[in-house]
């Protein structure tokens, strides 16, 4: 019998794997298209960012649709969510334990609020919307979080010029280094 579940197993995780190497065109040449969504990082100042606009109604739609398995909407009760998947609410977190790290009272940049659910969600696909859809879904948790306007419009211009609530909230891991030990040419 144990034999048995363990050759059931292997032949899942062979099938599993040839799928996923047949939908990842291994041994395929990569094209630009492939190359370009494959380099997804977004700076804190913005660059980067991808072409693409979205806005806050189609991320409520969006989110409702992909996200709300994980994360409940604001103002649900529901403690289990609230536990794994809480996004809302902005709270000076500064001198003060214990405050939930939410979108609005942790995260410092947008632009990297936008870089974390493209790579990261949703979590069953990652990378698997178009990056107007992710620009829809940011511009929706930022706009929850009481952030942004709802009838702000957030593409790779105006995202990085929204203001985080803690963005002085980090120290700095690489601070100006004074002149007298900068090298030499």
């Known amino acids: 019998m144990y034999m048995h579940k363990i050759i059931i197993f292997v032949t899942l995780l062979v099938s599993t794997q040839l799928a996923i190497a047949q939908e990842s065109r291994f041994g395929v040449p990569a094209t630009q298209a492939d190359i370009d969504k494959s380099f997804w990082s977004v700076f804190p100042d913005g660059e980067f960012l991808p072409d693409?606009?979205?806005?806050?109604?189609?991320?409520?739609?969006?989110?409702?649709?992909?996200?709300n398995i994980c994360h409940n909407f604001p103002d649900e009760n529901d403690p289990v969510k609230n536990e794994i998947g809480k996004l809302f609410g902005v709270e000076d977190k500064r001198g003060k334990a214990n405050l939930d790290?939410?979108?609005?009272?942790?995260?410092?940049?947008?632009?990297t609020v936008f870089n974390y659910i493209r790579r990261a969600?949703?979590?069953?696909?990652?990378?698997?919307?178009?990056?107007?859809e992710y620009y829809s879904?940011?511009?929706?948790?930022?706009h929850e979080n009481g952030i942004i306007a709802e009838d702000d419009v957030m593409n790779k211009d105006t995202l990085p010029k929204v203001e985080m609530p803690n963005k002085d909230g980090f120290v700095n891991a690489y601070p100006e280094v004074p002149e007298k030990y900068l090298a030499k040419p």
């Open 137 to 142: 879904l940011t511009a929706y948790l930022l």
């Open 52 to 67: 693409g606009e979205g806005n806050v109604a189609e991320g409520r739609e969006l989110f409702e649709y992909n996200c």
């Open 101 to 111: 790290q939410t979108i609005g009272s942790y995260w410092p940049y947008s632009t």
């Open 121 to 132: 969600m949703p979590l069953v696909a990652p990378m698997s919307l178009t990056n107007s």
